[in-house]
């Protein structure tokens, strides 16, 4: 075979996987442009590799992908790490077509609005196995672990998911929490100006993601109640509900029973401090 038809084989071959390898990039770095970068790099080194001797090429590229969205996961990532010993097991849902498709459902847009809930490497080791079904054996290849040590981030991904391993002292904050979200949800609602002003910080800022258009930043109370207003009384179609991202609360919204964007608040004690809108779709 000549170079000029082996590199058009291994083109049709890398083909035939681009939209999985996309979609596992997908998962892991939320966002379908740095996906495409990912799949390109992968294509990239794939022409630069003698990969003759290789029996699972589908295997290869998703190992290939999995360690370029590790690495960009990592430059992104600004929070220490804590020992895997600080959280107990969790396990896995049980295998099965069904439960796939419920964590999959989950993953293509709530690890989205999770990427400074999660360390790169679980969040790595939680959408391979939990989500694609790799053996542990092969996800510790990836993020340079040990089987045990790749099993042990996974579970520490589910459990930070979830919202669990808090103490008391936590559990009431996240009461606290909730309290201040119902609140500016139930204001909001009723178009009350005094009680959404009540709820926010003075200096509240909101980022707001308006796709192409970029990020725009409103900041003050009285600024972001007025916002708040409008949307909710041009929402009336919308869904909403709170929804548990872990380290803080979130409002997702919800259209035709199809996620359309989702809030994320902070607060501090009784007052809401940042809020940031971020589209799903």
């Given at each position: 075979?000549?170079g000029?038809?082996?590199?058009?084989g291994?083109?049709?071959?890398f083909d035939r996987?681009?939209?999985y390898?996309a979609?596992?990039?997908?998962?892991?770095?939320g966002s379908h442009?740095?996906a495409?970068?990912a799949?390109?790099?992968?294509w990239?080194r794939l022409a630069r590799?003698?990969?003759?001797?290789?029996e699972?090429l589908?295997?290869?590229?998703?190992?290939?992908?999995?360690?370029?969205?590790?690495?960009?996961?990592?430059?992104?990532?600004?929070?220490?790490?804590?020992?895997?010993?600080?959280?107990p097991?969790v396990e896995a849902p049980?295998p099965?077509?069904?439960?796939?498709?419920?964590?999959?459902e989950?993953v293509?847009?709530?690890l989205?609005?999770v990427?400074?809930q999660?360390?790169p490497?679980e969040r790595l080791a939680?959408v391979?196995?939990d989500v694609?079904?790799l053996p542990f054996?092969?996800?510790a290849?990836?993020?340079?672990r040990?089987p045990?040590?790749a099993r042990?981030?996974?579970?520490r991904?589910?459990e930070?998911?979830?919202g669990g391993?808090?103490?008391s002292?936590?559990?009431a904050?996240?009461?606290?929490q909730r309290a201040v979200v119902?609140?500016f949800?139930?204001?909001a609602?009723?178009g009350n100006?005094?009680?959404l002003?009540g709820v926010?910080h003075?200096e509240?800022?909101f980022?707001?993601?308006?796709?192409p258009?970029?990020?725009?930043?409103?900041?003050?109370?009285p600024?972001?109640?007025?916002?708040?207003?409008r949307f909710?009384q041009?929402?009336t179609?919308?869904?909403?509900?709170?929804v548990?991202l872990?380290?803080?609360?979130?409002?997702?919204?919800?259209?035709?029973g199809?996620?359309s964007s989702?809030?994320?608040?902070t607060?501090?004690?009784?007052?809401?401090?940042?809020?940031?809108?971020?589209l799903?779709?």
């Amino acid at each position: 075979m000549t170079g000029s038809a082996a590199g058009e084989g291994l083109a049709v071959q890398f083909d035939r996987h681009r939209a999985y390898l996309a979609t596992v990039a997908y998962r892991m770095l939320g966002s379908h442009a740095d996906a495409e970068d990912a799949v390109q790099e992968a294509w990239l080194r794939l022409a630069r590799t003698d990969v003759s001797d290789v029996e699972d090429l589908r295997a290869w590229l998703t190992r290939v992908v999995s360690r370029i969205s590790l690495d960009q996961l990592r430059a992104r990532s600004r929070r220490p790490e804590d020992p895997l010993e600080a959280l107990p097991d969790v396990e896995a849902p049980a295998p099965g077509p069904a439960s796939r498709a419920e964590t999959a459902e989950r993953v293509s847009y709530a690890l989205m609005i999770v990427l400074d809930q999660l360390e790169p490497d679980e969040r790595l080791a939680y959408v391979l196995h939990d989500v694609f079904g790799l053996p542990f054996r092969e996800v510790a290849g990836v993020v340079d672990r040990t089987p045990a040590a790749a099993r042990k981030l996974a579970s520490r991904a589910r459990e930070r998911l979830r919202g669990g391993g808090r103490t008391s002292r936590g559990d009431a904050t996240r009461r606290q929490q909730r309290a201040v979200v119902d609140a500016f949800l139930e204001a909001a609602g009723a178009g009350n100006l005094e009680a959404l002003i009540g709820v926010l910080h003075p200096e509240v800022e909101f980022r707001i993601d308006e796709g192409p258009s970029g990020i725009r930043i409103v900041r003050g109370a009285p600024q972001v109640a007025n916002g708040a207003t409008r949307f909710r009384q041009g929402a009336t179609r919308y869904a909403f509900e709170v929804v548990d991202l872990g380290d803080q609360l979130g409002v997702l919204s919800s259209q035709n029973g199809e996620p359309s964007s989702l809030l994320l608040i902070t607060s501090e004690g009784d007052r809401i401090v940042a809020m940031e809108a971020r589209l799903l779709r």
